[in-house]
């Protein structure tokens, strides 16, 4: 089972004030069905063999309710809400406008 790590940095634009969140959690077994007819086994094998997975994979995907862990889960329950995401290498700079 792959394991992951994440950290989640908000900054206050106002203050510049920061608080950070960091949380360890899994990754499903999804990706090795994914990667299995490119002729990968193993996540593994295709993080030695294919370092732009970093890129690739890399980011979060936020629902507005907790997910259970479990390597068999391939999609979040219906009853689970999209609510943000994140990428990679990316900041988000951009302000909130008042309507």
Do not use: W
């Not at 993080?47 to 259970?68: H, N, Q, R, V, W």
């Amino acid at each position: 089972m792959l394991k992951g790590h994440t950290t989640i940095e908000l900054t206050d634009v106002n203050t510049g004030k920061k608080e950070a969140y960091e949380d360890d959690n899994m990754i499903t077994g999804a990706l090795n069905e994914i990667f299995k007819d490119m002729g990968f086994d193993r996540m593994a094998t295709l993080k030695d063999s294919a370092p732009f997975i970093y890129t690739l994979l890399g980011g979060m995907i936020c629902f507005d309710s907790e997910l259970p862990e479990t390597a068999e889960t391939f999609f979040p329950p219906a009853s689970a809400n999209f609510v943000a995401g994140a990428a990679y290498d990316y900041t988000n700079t951009t302000t909130l406008q008042d309507p």
